[in-house]
């Protein structure tokens, strides 16, 4: 660039970059930037799908207790209802049995959400007086249990089902002359699962002021943490499943912390007076069920805030609709394997107009390539005027190298989405379909995934044509068809450890775009 530094600067670097691209310097075009971080991104989104990808939930080993408390001689109750039934021993609740879901496609056995030296415990922390303590054997009173102290207290527990909503509710009746003060308490004890993270937040949640806070298992490992809220819920939520506890009283606080083998997440209220000769009630809702959203719906009304613990992703606003479709279709084909392929279909039809256009300047490029390829022979010395007369052959023919990628850069908000709603849709997973057990984790042979690049490859090779066969490194069209070719190497790559239904909706995609391509060539024809 020496003997440039004569002229001015602005003619001396103008002179300067002429004569590089008159010496052959290849010129690096926006799109062609665009492609390489494309491809670096799906590269670390495939070695992240390999540490992410969904597992089968495993059955947890017991663990040691870490509450040194002995409950053998509280009697227990069963408690039953046509989706849930537990134990209660006591203050404590345990082995709760969603009914409506199987382990696995293979074990047809209930989910269970708290079992072994797990267990939910609500009680009261009393003050100047006894209260029932995890070892009190309550006297059972029709469906209620009783319990007296010393002091003229009497104590009452209900326990009632709505749903997936455990209420308990505790009266304790003052019978003496004395003021007595109670703080109620709810706490939850449970292992990790973090075999099922499958890329959605697991861990415990705890909803404070109107809003939610998250501590993945990772960092409850490294650190406590506490909380003040005038209301709010604490509890654990894994892929599928959530277990929290909500106190129905203001000025709380709430905690969360590893003890031992197991994670606690507690709640504390102010304490309440009990004047003499009065009585005072306590409700405590404990929701034990799915991260689904309709069933979270009807549960808000009564915990509020438990809807937001449903994480849809950063594309929430496709996801939503996109996961209500799904559904609302399975309702009349039984099989969510077709639901998604009509859905994939529908996907298509609506974005058929922007397809069609794209489809239409691709064919129109791939008649532009003998033209351009004189160009490219009778400008070869002279770069710069080579530019400017593909880029003026573009115009006439109205039309753009990036128009061909067009209909694969919309579906990405799509993937992502849809990507994030098989994850948490609690009825995809153990849903079959064909050789599949189970659309929400991979397929298990790689069918799919082979089927979905080779539909990939043959989609793109309709598409470029003969775009590729004299490619010039000036030629933004046929340097875009020649990075483009390894994409369906490489999302084979990535998607043999995607959801299985993840990939049936991108298969259904191609062969379908494949379809829509041969349609238009043969009607240009």
């Known amino acids: 660039m020496v003997q440039y530094l004569n002229n001015n600067a602005n003619s001396g ?13 290849p010129r690096k075009t926006k799109f062609g930037t665009f492609l390489w971080w494309t491809f670096l991104f799906l590269v670390a989104w495939w070695i992240v799908g390999l540490f992410m990808s969904p597992q089968q939930p495993q059955n947890k080993a017991p663990m040691e207790s870490t509450v040194s408390v002995d ?31 199987a382990k696995s496609a293979k074990d047809e056995g209930p989910v269970t959400l708290i079992d072994g030296d797990e267990f939910i ?23 209620k249990m009783t319990w007296r102290n010393n002091d003229g207290l009497e104590f009452s527990r209900d326990v009632t089902i709505d749903g997936y909503l455990i209420k308990i509710t ?118 034990a069920g799915p991260r689904d959203a309709d069933v979270l719906r009807d549960a808000n009304t009564t915990i509020n805030g438990i809807i937001e613990t449903v994480d849809y992703g950063w594309f929430w606003f496709l996801a939503r609709p996109m996961l209500w479709c799904i559904n609302t279709i399975h309702k009349f084909v039984m099989n969510y394997g077709l639901a998604i392929i009509i ?31 004189k160009i490219q022979k009778l400008y070869a010395n002279d770069k710069q005027r080579m530019q400017m007369e593909m880029m003026r052959v573009y115009q006439t023919h109205k039309t753009s190298p990036m128009s061909g990628c067009l209909p694969m850069l919309i579906q990405i908000p799509i993937f992502f989405a849809l990507y994030k709603a098989l994850l948490i849709s609690v009825q995809m997973r153990n849903a079959h379909f064909l050789w599949i057990n189970d659309l929400a984790t991979m397929d298990p042979y790689f069918i799919l995934p082979i089927l979905m690049g080779a539909t990939m490859w043959l989609q793109q090779y309709l598409q470029s044509g003969n775009t590729n066969k004299h490619a010039d490194k000036n030629d933004i069209a046929a340097q875009t068809a020649k990075t483009m070719k390894w994409m369906p190497i490489l999302f084979t790559i990535m998607f043999a450890w995607m959801p299985a239904g993840l990939v049936l909706y991108w298969t259904v995609s191609n062969i379908f775009g494949i379809g829509q391509m041969m349609w238009l060539k043969h009607k240009s024809k």
Do not use: C
Not at 78 to 91: A, C, E, M, R
Not at 136 to 141: L, N, Q
Not at 198 to 219: F, I, M, P, Q, R
């Open 343 to 373: 859905f994939t279909i529908l996907i298509r039809m609506l974005m058929w107009p922007l397809t069609r256009k794209s489809y239409t300047s691709m064919l129109a490029m791939q008649k532009m390539q003998p033209e351009l390829q």
């Open 13 to 25: 670097f103008n002179a300067w970059m002429a004569a590089q691209q008159n010496a052959g310097a």
């Open 170 to 287: 505790d009266t304790i009746k003052n019978n003496s002359k004395r003021d007595f003060s109670f703080a109620p308490y709810a706490r939850i004890l449970r292992g990790a699962d973090k075999n099922s993270s499958a890329g959605v937040y697991t861990g415990s949640v705890v909803y404070v002021n109107n809003d939610l806070e998250h501590n993945d298992w990772n960092k409850m490992d490294k650190k406590s943490y506490a909380y003040s809220t005038t209301n709010g819920f604490v509890g654990f939520a894994n892929q599928y499943w959530e277990t929290v506890a909500h106190v129905d009283s203001p000025d709380q606080t709430m905690r969360i912390k590893k003890q031992g083998d197991l994670y606690e997440a507690a709640t504390n209220v102010a304490p309440i007076t009990v004047a003499g000769g009065k009585t005072q009630t306590i409700t405590t809702n404990v929701f």
């Open 71 to 101: 409950i053998s001689k509280v009697p227990m109750n069963k408690i039953d209802s046509k989706d849930i039934s537990f134990n209660v021993t006591g203050l404590r609740i345990s082995k709760i049995d969603l009914k409506n879901f």
């Open 121 to 143: 415990e609500v009680g009261l922390t009393p003050s100047g007086t006894t209260a029932p303590t995890a070892t009190t054997v309550w006297k059972k009173s029709g469906d």
